[in-house]
């Protein structure tokens, strides 16, 4: 069975601070989609990236970078100069290619951005 | 971008009362929508997978008779919480995916936060 672990409960950081948020996934499928969505306060789940397991290259956009690493099995989330509106929950998901296509959800790592 | 609507976005109601919320997809045909229950300060559960013009799977432990879904089309799902109780209170949000979703991310409604005194 798949799993997905968000090792950090909360975070607390001061404005433009870097912050790295980490996700570690478990699956024995080869073909895998990983994601990274932000819930806001308000509740509605943002979707930020999906990134599929023979895409290792990392990506950035904006402030916003993820370091894949099927290595270690990780999908690392680094938000750069962070800012108050970055305040959310982050969750990490896994999707599998074959069946069902429901992912599994982290537990979510609330990430708290101080003026 | 596809667009999942969730409908309404919060509900206060008493003890006993019946509450039905509605998820749409609103510019592609979803033939599975998914359901999902959130405590406060936890993750996303799935409570149940919608499918169009069949019974809804239900998730071990989620009353299929309390918490009704119907899938009537391939934009609407519906979930009505029968005669709810203060324990379920809680974040319900859906998410829908269309053709050839597994590539894509799954689509999210904004949820609805349901309180019942």
């Known amino acids: 069975a798949q799993k997905v672990t968000q090792a950090q409960t909360e975070i607390s950081v001061v404005e433009k601070e870097d912050v790295t948020l980490d996700c570690v996934y478990e699956?024995?499928?080869?073909?895998?989609?990983l994601f990274w969505y932000k819930q806001p306060p308000s509740g509605e789940l943002v979707f930020l990236i999906r990134?599929?397991?023979?895409?290792?290259q990392n990506e950035i956009s904006g402030r916003y970078s993820w370091n894949f690493q099927k290595s270690t099995s990780s999908f690392n989330f680094t938000i750069t100069a962070s800012q108050v509106v970055d305040s959310a929950v982050y969750f990490c998901?896994?999707?599998?290619?074959?069946?069902?296509?429901?992912?599994?959800f982290g537990r979510g790592t609330s990430l708290i951005v101080h003026p | 971008g596809a667009v999942v609507s969730q409908h309404p976005s919060r509900v206060i109601c008493k003890s006993g009362t019946s509450v039905k919320i509605e998820c749409r997809s609103l510019?592609?045909?979803?033939?599975?929508m998914f359901w999902y229950r959130q405590f406060p300060k936890q993750s996303l559960m799935l409570m149940a997978t919608?499918?169009?013009?069949?019974?809804?799977?239900?998730e071990q432990g989620v009353e299929k008779d309390k918490f009704l879904i119907n899938h009537a089309s391939l934009t609407l799902s519906t979930l009505t919480v029968t005669s709810a109780h203060p324990e379920d209170s809680s974040f319900y949000i859906c998410?829908?995916?269309?053709?050839?979703?597994?590539?894509?991310?799954?689509?999210f409604g904004d949820g609805t936060r349901l309180s019942i005194l």
């Open positions: 998410s829908a995916g269309g053709q050839g979703y597994f590539n894509q991310p799954q689509h």
């Open positions: 699956t024995r499928d080869t073909t895998y989609y």
């Open positions: 990134r599929n397991s023979f895409d290792e």
């Open positions: 998901a896994l999707v599998l290619s074959g069946g069902s296509y429901i992912p599994t």
């Open positions: 510019d592609f045909q979803a033939t599975t």
């Open positions: 919608s499918n169009e013009g069949s019974k809804a799977t239900y």
